[in-house]
């Protein structure tokens, strides 16, 4: 029997658990082309979303394209443009819609087409183009999804990239561009939520209100608990209610955290898994896990380091300037507090997360929280 719990990447549907309304809304969204914006802390299942959501549309017949891109690894338009270029090569037989026109396209920017050597798949390199040609490219990449006989849904992960580029107009160049499409769609995903929040909902970005949001929350408990005990079953494995409890407790339903517990009690090879025995597990993550924290100690300031502490300590604290909190800690002043915490936060070591009632602040890394609160 193979291991239920995935925590590496997307699996197919039958790993994948849960996010029913999420894919229903996502499908509905795809089938009006409405544009979505997909917010979400880092590891809660995005990117596994959009593949489930990519499946499903394949599966149930949809006529749609789907096409993903991860911008992640992009520095500017240039390499925007080699990423999208490079998904449509990949996703297009050469015989299709407009192909000869993308070619004639391409070739007036001097690419040069050659194979992956890693994956075997055909690859765009463009050559050096001024900024004009750029902008240009970007269009008529748009402009051939536009002209496919099926519509196109074009998923673009860690969105949030874009505002790292030297091209300060890529965000208003997109927005003028979809605007003119009609037969494409697009889903922008990203988890640097003031970034993304702020391209789409400040009025004085071009994005401005021309999204439907989507977020993705921890899985309810109950749910989540049913699963684990389904899974467990059906390997014919036997776990503790309390054991469960606890796994849900100490990952905070973070899903990738969950799934990669789950993942390891799952192995353990015991009658019957009682608590006890996740919490070796737990030990055995995070000493695991332990070079890797140490690298953020020697990257980051006594201070920072001093407030990653704390914030693990408290597990979530909604007032990080509080004067008890800054003295319990040894922080210092509120102005040293606000600076460490903001160069925590645009290091992705911190997030803020904001629910109806309140907003909090935590560590973004769980497994690093659990080993901070422990280790200190
Ligand atoms: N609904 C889910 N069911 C099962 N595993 C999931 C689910 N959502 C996420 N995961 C697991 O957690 C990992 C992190 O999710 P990912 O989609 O990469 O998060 P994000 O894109 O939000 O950072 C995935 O590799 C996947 O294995
Ligand atoms: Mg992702």
């Known amino acids: 029997m193979t291991n239920p719990f995935v925590f590496n990447g997307y699996e197919g549907a039958a790993s994948f658990f849960d996010r029913e309304d999420e894919l229903a809304l996502l499908m509905k969204c795809v089938s009006s082309k409405i544009n979505v914006t997909l917010i979400a802390q880092r590891r809660m299942g995005k990117t596994g979303l959009i593949f489930r959501l990519m499946d499903e549309l394949i599966n149930s017949g949809r006529q749609v394209t789907p096409i993903y891109v991860d911008i992640f690894a992009t520095r500017d338009l240039a390499d925007l443009n080699k990423c999208i270029a490079n998904a449509i090569v990949q996703t297009f037989p050469a015989e299709s819609n407009g192909w000869k026109k993308i070619m004639d396209l391409l070739k007036g920017l ?18 050096y183009q001024n900024e004009t040609e750029k902008e240009h490219t970007l269009e008529g990449l748009l402009q051939f999804l536009e002209q496919q006989k099926t519509p196109v849904l074009l998923a673009i992960d860690e969105f949030q990239q874009i505002r790292e580029y030297p091209e300060n107009n890529v965000e208003a160049l997109l927005r003028t561009y979809i605007q003119r499409l009609h037969n494409v769609c697009f889903i922008f995903c990203g988890s640097k939520k003031h970034m993304m929040v702020d391209i789409f909902s400040n009025p004085q970005r071009p994005f401005f209100s021309s999204t439907q949001f989507i977020g993705l929350q921890a899985i309810p408990e109950e749910k989540y608990m049913g699963h684990i005990r389904r899974m467990f079953l059906e390997g014919e494995k036997q776990i503790e209610d309390d054991a ?83 003295k319990k800690y040894n922080i210092g002043a509120t102005a040293v507090a606000r600076r460490q915490l903001q160069t925590l936060i645009e290091k992705d070591l911190v997030f803020e997360e904001t629910t109806l009632d309140y907003s909090y602040y935590r560590v973004s890394d769980l497994f690093m929280l659990r080993w901070l609160a422990r280790k200190y």
């Open 244 to 326: 469960v409890k606890y796994i849900l407790d100490w990952t905070k339903r973070h899903t990738y955290y969950t799934q990669r517990l789950c993942h390891d009690v799952y192995d353990i090879e015991k009658e019957c898994v009682d608590t006890d025995d996740v919490r070796s597990c737990c030990d055995t993550l995070l000493k695991l896990n332990e070079p890797y924290f140490l690298q953020y100690k020697r990257l980051l300031t006594d201070g920072q380091w001093n407030y990653m502490i704390a914030l693990a300590k408290e597990e979530e604290v909604t007032q990080p300037y509080a004067n008890a909190f800054l």
């Open 110 to 127: 001097r690419p040069l087409f050659g194979i992956d050597p890693l994956t075997g798949s055909p690859q765009v390199l463009l050559s």
